[in-house]
């Protein structure tokens, strides 16, 4: 085993301390890399408040650069730049593997964080930390020319909206609804700007209408306002909702034109809707969580080539459980990288 530094939690709701941990040693197709930055998720809110699996070290979105290869590995060279997601193995032969939807492995993903290695069973610990190994496969080259620090939310936050506005081809033409503008949404009304796609805003806070214009919406519409909902009836293709707390989704099916589509990402744990919004119009409601190697690749080429990163608020990563803090009551504009360049106690 190999030993590197890490912030790591002991139990739910404890905060972050830097300890060391173990890595494995490297096998002929991994990389060693030195992590650079690191994007803190909600996810990572959620494992750290709630069931872990403890101890638990987070970071699912992160770059860095090779420092050691193994044997069989031939993407990779010392000081290749690359990124990883939340995503580090899988089975590799079942049908959705099969499908280049890695994601949704029969057998189970593995889990760059909060999971197990697929051959010698021990805990994943994720990239809040200043070393990760990882099986080639699942390293992607970090496209050149973009901010590092703002390509590590792509890969988790980007790539869990990209992947269902490529799967329902939005693009010009297309009226696309972005529900939250945190982490996910402002990426989502990024990616579907540049795909050509007239994009609306729902918000519950009208202040975001600025910052959501900003990042290339069209419009916005303040959610909490009824009258402003039913003005947008029967108007939408695709809309994609990435708000987090509790809602009830019927409003955005109303908003829905026949036959579109309403992907719910958030709020999954309470899904309520009214069933007769699916009826009239024969609309149709769908979910989808994370990507695959594919989508994932074909994302990073997309935003190397129109320039688009991730808005982030670097913080040194000593600074960790303030993060993890402001992140909890939606402190953040638009996501937190850490700078595992700075690693002391926090
Ligand atoms: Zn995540
Ligand atoms: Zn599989």
């Given at each position: 085993?190999?030993?590197?530094?890490?912030?790591?939690?002991?139990?739910s709701?404890?905060?972050?301390r830097?300890?060391?941990?173990q890595?494995r040693?490297?096998?002929p197709?991994?990389?060693?890399?030195?992590?650079?930055?690191c994007?803190?998720?909600?996810?990572?809110v959620?494992a750290?408040?709630?069931?872990?699996?403890?101890?638990?070290?987070?970071?699912?979105?992160?770059?860095?650069?090779?420092?050691?290869?193994?044997?069989?590995?031939?993407?990779?060279?010392?000081?290749?730049?690359?990124?990883?997601?939340?995503?580090?193995?899988s089975c590799?032969?079942?049908?959705?593997c099969?499908a280049?939807?890695?994601?949704?492995?029969?057998k189970?993903?593995?889990?760059?964080?909060?999971g197990?290695?697929?051959?010698?069973?021990?805990?994943t610990?994720?990239?809040?930390?200043?070393?990760?190994?990882?099986?080639e496969a699942?390293?992607y080259h970090?496209?050149?020319?973009?901010?590092?620090?703002?390509?590590?939310?792509?890969?988790?936050a980007?790539?869990?909206?990209?992947?269902?506005?490529?799967?329902?081809?939005?693009?010009?033409g297309?009226?696309v609804?972005?529900v939250?503008?945190?982490?996910?949404?402002?990426l989502?009304?990024?990616?579907?700007?540049?795909?050509?796609?007239?994009?609306?805003?729902?918000t519950t806070?009208?202040?975001?209408?600025?910052g959501?214009?900003?990042?290339g919406?069209?419009?916005?519409?303040?959610?909490g306002?009824?009258a402003?909902?039913?003005?947008?009836?029967?108007?939408?293709?695709?809309i994609i909702?990435?708000a987090?707390?509790?809602?009830?989704?019927?409003p955005?099916l109303?908003a829905l034109?026949?036959d579109?589509?309403?992907?719910?990402?958030?709020?999954?744990?309470?899904?309520?809707?009214?069933?007769?919004?699916?009826?009239?119009?024969?609309?149709?409601?769908?979910?989808?969580?994370?990507?695959?190697?594919p989508?994932?690749?074909?994302?990073?080429?997309f935003?190397?080539l129109?320039?688009?990163?991730?808005?982030?608020?670097?913080l040194?990563?000593?600074?960790?459980?303030?993060?993890?803090a402001?992140?909890?009551?939606?402190?953040?504009?638009?996501?937190?990288?850490?700078?595992?360049g700075?690693m002391?106690?926090?």
């Amino acid at each position: 085993m190999r030993t590197t530094t890490a912030y790591l939690a002991e139990s739910s709701g404890a905060p972050l301390r830097l300890q060391e941990i173990q890595r494995r040693e490297l096998r002929p197709e991994d990389v060693a890399i030195d992590i650079t930055f690191c994007g803190v998720c909600f996810s990572d809110v959620h494992a750290l408040q709630g069931q872990g699996p403890f101890p638990l070290v987070p970071g699912h979105e992160f770059v860095g650069v090779v420092t050691e290869i193994g044997s069989a590995v031939t993407r990779f060279a010392v000081g290749s730049a690359v990124a990883v997601g939340n995503i580090v193995d899988s089975c590799g032969t079942c049908t959705m593997c099969a499908a280049g939807q890695q994601n949704y492995c029969a057998k189970f993903p593995t889990l760059t964080y909060g999971g197990h290695d697929r051959q010698d069973g021990t805990p994943t610990f994720g990239g809040y930390a200043k070393e990760y190994v990882a099986a080639e496969a699942f390293v992607y080259h970090l496209p050149e020319r973009l901010d590092p620090a703002s390509v590590a939310p792509l890969m988790c936050a980007g790539v869990t909206v990209w992947e269902p506005l490529r799967q329902w081809q939005i693009g010009p033409g297309m009226t696309v609804g972005v529900v939250g503008l945190g982490g996910l949404g402002h990426l989502a009304i990024k990616f579907a700007h540049a795909l050509g796609a007239h994009v609306t805003l729902f918000t519950t806070s009208a202040g975001k209408a600025d910052g959501a214009l900003e990042l290339g919406a069209d419009q916005v519409v303040v959610s909490g306002d009824p009258a402003a909902m039913s003005a947008q009836a029967n108007t939408f293709d695709f809309i994609i909702d990435t708000a987090s707390a509790p809602h009830d989704l019927t409003p955005y099916l109303r908003a829905l034109a026949l036959d579109g589509t309403l992907c719910a990402l958030g709020a999954l744990g309470s899904m309520e809707f009214d069933p007769y919004a699916l009826l009239i119009g024969r609309k149709r409601l769908a979910s989808a969580g994370s990507g695959g190697v594919p989508a994932t690749q074909e994302m990073l080429d997309f935003c190397q080539l129109h320039g688009i990163t991730a808005d982030v608020e670097v913080l040194p990563a000593h600074e960790v459980n303030t993060a993890i803090a402001r992140l909890e009551r939606n402190d953040v504009r638009y996501r937190f990288a850490l700078d595992m360049g700075q690693m002391s106690a926090p």
